[in-house]
């Protein structure tokens, strides 16, 4: 099925609802005037949409376009999963920002997330033998262990 990727034009809060929603990422659209603001104030925002115009993927992060780029989030409506739409988002994002010296993305522990940034060429800080390296995180929203 056919989607077109771009940047500079920002999903509307029904659209992102939904999107958030597809796939159950439920602490964002508890709360949908954050979830607007998080978004509108994103150092970057690509979107894919499928023929239609529908909202179908979103990658979203922060940047100084010079020594940092995080991506906060990278979703894909369930239906659409498996079928280029992830990729051709990051691909975008690694493309506009491959001069960015660190990159830097969190996500869950299942293996197909796992592979999924491994074939973008991340690495787990897990692996990392020959130039140690240490990711930390501080939330207010989720108890850690």
Do not use: C
């Not at 992102?16 to 709360?31: M, Q």
């Amino acid at each position: 099925m056919p989607f077109t990727v771009a940047s500079g034009s920002l999903p509307s809060l029904p659209e992102l609802l939904s999107l958030y929603g597809s796939v159950g990422w439920t602490s964002y659209t508890r709360d949908p005037q954050a979830l607007a603001r998080a978004v509108g104030q994103s150092g970057f925002v690509w979107t894919a949409r499928d023929e239609a115009g529908a909202l179908i993927g979103l990658a979203r992060g922060v940047t100084d376009d010079v020594s940092l780029l995080y991506v906060q989030d990278l979703l894909v409506r369930p239906e659409w999963r498996r079928q280029g739409v992830g990729r051709a988002l990051m691909g975008a994002v690694l493309e506009r920002y491959a001069h960015v010296m660190q990159m830097v993305l969190l996500t869950d522990d299942r293996p197909e997330q796992l592979a999924f940034n491994r074939s973008l060429g991340f690495h787990n800080t897990r692996d990392l033998v020959n130039t140690p390296t240490n990711a930390f995180y501080r939330t207010t929203h989720a108890k850690l262990s």
